[in-house]
């Protein structure tokens, strides 16, 4: 009986796993800065940029046109781009970590098209691309 309990038990964390592995995987796409710097230059109507970074960040520089909303506040003010939920958004930070789990949070959040940069501003600026002080 115990046994069975524990091999029950750990099937049932397996899934558990996998569904919210498989569940991240499918909720946003990680596009590179390339990708993004393609989007933007196409002059796509509707694509919102967030830096989810702190104030302090984003006065060192950011992408022109981007909105600020710190990752530690989205929460609170994720009603600031609800306008934004069947439109394009990418999300950037400084690596990529902090806007990864920006965009889980939207998409579990009702956002449908949400892209995060992967490499953040650093692989951005790495590339040569404009940054905005």
Known sequence: MKKTFKI?????????????????????????????????NKGKKGVMLLDVRTSGEYKTGHLKNSILIPIQVLEKRINEISAFKDKELIIYCAVGGRSSRAATYLTNNGFN??????GGINAWSRLGYEIEQ
């Open 8 to 40: 029950l038990l750990s099937l049932l964390f397996i899934s558990t796993l996998l569904s919210a592995s498989y569940g991240a995987a499918e909720s946003y796409k990680d596009i590179s800065p390339r990708q993004v710097k393609n989007m933007l």
């Open 113 to 118: 098209k949400v892209y995060n940069m992967s």
